[in-house]
């Protein structure tokens, strides 16, 4: 089991080091001319525009620069010279091009955002998804069965912004039923923290456990059509021990990957949801340094999105090893 | 001055185009501007006329708090980094500069003020050398009075690292070389052209006249900064007020709370009133819910108003409405759009002309949302430049909209037009528009290949002289109140230079440039002003664009909003007399 989970995060952090460089080079060598956009002229001044350039580092040769983004990320580094640098500590992801903000300011008050519409997200789409679905395969062809079916094919087909809008038209506009969706503080208040979360929570958990639902019935059929499940109630064992214990246990390992990897990735930023809800996370604080041409940023949540991504592939590939023992012995 | 950047707006995928047709805006403050009047005429109070305290506003009550809805947080507030749009507008709360702006919401004329200085500014030589005289009382949100020190080096940080996004006008004007790199860079070294003899009085000289001085020194780079207190990037959520109100709390991304400030003195001012309590911005919405909030107007928000337009989705919903309608601004504003017509290329002035004939401005105008959004365009000027005139030196057949193809083509007999080349920033709006206008042209006959470019490089790519590009999709507004402020850098043939042109008609017709610098030379800019719309009437007779529309602000306040009126300067709501009804 050590080796195992020394090997995997040795092939993580490779993985990371080579997302880093393309994530650079694509940024940082590309066409995009920020210091086009941030100068304050409308069309830039030669020497305002070489000014902003110096300013950002972007006249220092590439390899310098990415030398000197990864020194940060480790040791810190300081960022420009004379009275107008700036200290910048461990883990330092650069400043903002347009307010000269470390980075790392940016996303520790955007991810919160994204860490609370997902986490919450992911437990009402497990519990509703996974156990929806297992009932409906133990219900195999009653009224429940059809029932879940319908509400998979309804939901799995709706996109967020679509379903978004609507809750939010009929919920909080027509009905007042909910309020606005807002991004609270839980250290400030757990009650609006949840009551602000709400919406995102149903939306996007309805709209995966969708899904969730029609992958655990299937799993779920499958592992009951087997033999030792048969075995087992043919030696009499409960059929609340049989489903529990013998059957849910396999039928939810495949699960456990894709949870895993859809909770990695939509840590990375739910745009999507973010946006549809104008909530600040860290998907929507993406989009709008794309817009600005605001490459620290970007570059930050890339690397942030794929250090999740990666880490929840080590933490699913031991998970799936403690599940399934036949992973660890391969 | 600059539109805010917006972030991605979902909703935006699921509206349809607005219904069309006009509207009038019946604003229950009584006080909102109406589509058709525009504003014409600015006054400069060179010998400080304007009284302190500001004239009260009728109605209005003291208290209350009011909600500023805003997609997103500023990109600055740290004063000399200040140059968007909605920044501009709302600075007034907390920044005070030497000059200042009085907007009057019946349509009187704009006038420039002195802000801080007790008039917009002395010259003695025909603006090579301009004195301000600070006016009593004026003092930072600590207590501390301002001196003209503060403003000087309020100036130099301008020249900084901290200055660099903020309009570079004033500076350039005082160090054309700009070899002065600020007061961190260039220690100890003063900034150019700029003294003060004594704590009143700033004095600004230059090699060659400046007639726009007063306008330059409106803008946030003439704040004053206490040199002690200037925390560098910090100064941006934590910034000395010199206004009516300073912050009680500020979240980045989230809300910036205003409280009054108990050193701000109305007698020292002729522009503002501090009528609410309480100013709360919340960057955590969109359009939409904007729009839908404003609507709704539950507790808080009925006293609030929009910083963005009404989105096109919801326009139909609002004139439906007419309680929504009784809240609701319809006004111009100081962004056009335009197609320049390369003359180095495209060089028969028939040709220019019969593409302005041929442009069906109905189609365009509903292709990018309806009238309630934008207005077709036939002037350069946008109608709220002072001296703007309004004429058509193209109309559409039958007094229409929809251009006048059989002119165009009576225009272009017995010419062979080559296939023209039609650059465009690559962005989905333009992609749809664009092609909206290229079918319109067609129908006269012209033939056009497509050229759409990376927004990042698209004013890189056209602004360079040797631009193979024939018509270019772009836009202005205006970044002072005076002509010369649009036409002086749209159409002035001798500032063409190899890269980096605003002037994207490579227009250089001498008779013009002549015009223009007669007119930027006359110190009294409010005689200027009548003037531009002539000259606006004889760049358009040599067609270096086709005007496509003039941007309307279209939005809403809240029902206990009173005070308040479209800002003609700024596209967005005017809050220097703004009030909660009690």
């Known amino acids: 089991m050590f080796r195992f989970a020394v090997r995997r995060v040795l092939l993580a952090v490779l993985t990371l080091f080579a997302i880093s460089v393309v994530t650079f080079s694509l940024f940082f060598l590309g066409p995009a001319d920020p210091a086009s956009t941030m100068c304050g002229s409308k069309l830039c001044d030669p020497v305002t525009h070489a000014r902003i350039e110096h300013d950002l580092g972007m006249d220092q040769p590439a390899i310098n620069q990415y030398a000197s983004y990864m020194r940060g990320v480790f040791v810190g580094r300081t960022i420009g010279s004379g009275d107008t640098a700036i200290d910048c500590p461990a883990p330092c992801l650069g400043v903002s091009f347009r307010t000269r903000e470390p980075v790392t300011q940016i996303l520790a008050r955007a991810f919160p955002v994204t860490l609370s519409i997902v986490t919450g997200a992911f437990v009402v789409y497990l519990i509703v998804g996974i156990g929806l679905g297992m009932l409906s395969a133990i219900r195999r062809g009653t009224v429940l069965d059809r029932v879940s079916v319908g509400f998979s094919l309804s939901f799995a087909s709706m996109q967020i912004y679509f379903l978004g809008l609507l809750l939010t038209y009929f919920l909080v ?40 639902a029609r992958l655990a019935r299937a799993q779920m059929l499958e592992t009951l059509s087997e033999d030792y499940i048969r075995t087992a109630r043919a030696k009499g064992l409960p059929i609340r021990r049989v489903y529990f214990r013998h059957a849910f246990r396999a039928a939810v390992t495949p699960l456990v990957t894709i949870a895993g990897l859809d909770l990695g990735t939509q840590l990375g930023g739910v745009v999507i949801t973010e946006s549809t809800f104008t909530l600040q996370g860290a998907g929507r604080t993406a989009v709008l340094a794309i817009f600005q041409q605001n490459l620290p940023i970007i570059m930050a949540t890339v690397l942030l999105a794929a250090i999740i991504i ?10 799936y090893a403690v599940i399934d023992p036949r992973v660890r012995l391969s | ?18 219904a069309t047709g006009c509207d009038k805006n019946t604003g229950g403050t009584g006080t909102g501007n109406e589509p058709e009047k525009a504003q014409s005429a600015i006054v400069v109070d060179y010998k400080g006329e304007t009284p302190t305290p500001a004239p009260e506003v009728e109605g209005a009550t003291p208290g209350g708090k009011l909600t500023i809805m805003q997609e997103g947080d500023f990109e600055h507030l740290s004063p000399q980094q200040i140059y968007v749009s909605n920044a501009l507008a709302y600075a007034n709360l907390f920044h005070r500069q030497l000059t200042g702006y009085i907007e009057d919401g019946k349509g009187g004329p704009l006038k420039l003020v002195g802000d801080l200085a007790t008039n917009a500014g002395e010259t003695t030589d025909n603006g090579k050398t301009w004195k301000y005289t600070l006016r009593e009382g004026v003092k930072f949100e600590d207590g501390t009075p301002i001196t003209s020190k503060d403003v000087a080096y309020g100036i130099a940080v301008s ?12 500076q350039t004007a005082l160090d054309p070389e700009r070899a002065y790199k600020g007061p961190f ?3 100890g070294v003063a900034v150019p052209g700029v003294t003060t003899p004594d704590d009143k009085t700033i004095v600004f000289t230059f090699a060659t006249p400046h007639a726009e001085l007063p306008y330059l020194v409106s803008y946030p780079t003439a704040t ?19 206004g009516p109100y300073k912050i009680k709390e500020y979240k980045r991304d989230a809300y910036l709370d205003l409280e009054k400030n108990p050193n701000w003195d109305p007698k020292s001012d002729p522009i503002r009133h501090a009528y609410v309590d309480t100013v709360h911005f919340d960057f955590t919405v969109d359009g939409e819910s904007e729009t839908n909030r404003v609507i709704a107007g539950q507790g808080d928000d009925a006293a609030s108003i929009m910083t963005g337009n009404v989105v096109p989705a919801k326009i139909a919903e609002v004139k439906g409405n007419a309680d929504v309608m009784k809240r609701t601004i319809s ?40 009238y309630d959004v934008a207005e077709p365009a036939s002037t350069t000027l946008a109608p709220v430049v002072p001296g703007y005139k309004k004429f058509d030196e193209y109309p559409g057949a039958n007094g229409g909209s929809n251009g006048d193809v059989e002119k165009a083509k009576s225009l272009l007999q017995g010419k062979t037009v080559p296939k023209l080349k039609f650059c465009f920033a690559n962005t989905p709006v333009n992609q749809t528009v664009m092609a909206v206008i290229q079918g319109s042209l067609t129908k006269a006959g012209f033939t056009f290949s497509s050229s759409p470019i990376d927004p990042a490089a698209y004013y890189t790519t056209v602004g360079d002289k040797t631009t193979d590009c024939d018509i270019m999709a772009g836009g202005w507004a205006q970044d002072f109140p005076d002509g010369d402020s649009t036409l002086g850098v749209l159409f002035d043939g001798s500032k063409i230079v190899d890269k980096g042109n605003n002037n994207l008609g490579y227009l250089n017709d001498a008779a013009i440039n002549a015009k223009l610098l007669e007119l930027r030379g006359l110190a009294d800019r409010s005689q200027a002003a009548a003037q531009y719309g002539d000259l606006d009437q004889q760049i358009m007779k ?11 602000f279209f939005s809403i306040y809240g029902s206990k909003v009173g005070g308040t009126f479209a800002s003609p300067l700024w596209a967005q709501f005017n809050i220097t007399g703004i009030y909660v009804k009690s």
Request: proline share 7%.
């Open chain 1, 173 to 212: 506009w027509q009905t007042g039923l909910l309020p606005r969706p807002q991004y609270v503080s839980p250290a400030e208040s757990v009650g609006r923290w949840a009551m602000g979360m709400l919406l995102p929570w149903i939306t996007l958990g309805l709209i995966n456990s969708a899904v969730y």
């Open chain 1, 310 to 319: 990666v880490l929840m592939n080590v933490v699913v590939d031991m998970l």
């Open chain 2, 1 to 18: 001055m600059r539109h805010p950047v917006r972030a991605l707006v979902v909703s935006a995928l699921v509206v349809g185009l607005a």
């Open chain 2, 159 to 170: 020249f900084s690292t901290y200055g660099v996004q903020g309009p570079q006008y004033l």
């Open chain 2, 185 to 187: 860079d260039s220690k």
């Open chain 2, 224 to 242: 004053p900064i206490s040199e002690a207190k200037f925390t560098k990037e910090k100064y941006e959520t934590a910034f000395q007020s010199t």
């Open chain 2, 331 to 370: 006004a111009a504003t100081p962004f056009v759009r335009y197609l320049y017509i390369n003359t180095q290329r495209v060089t028969d002035l028939q040709v220019r002309q019969a593409l302005n004939y041929a442009f069906d401005r109905d189609a365009y105008i509903k292709a990018v949302g309806g």
């Open chain 2, 542 to 552: 040599a067609a270096p664009v086709i005007p496509l529309r003039y941007d309307r």
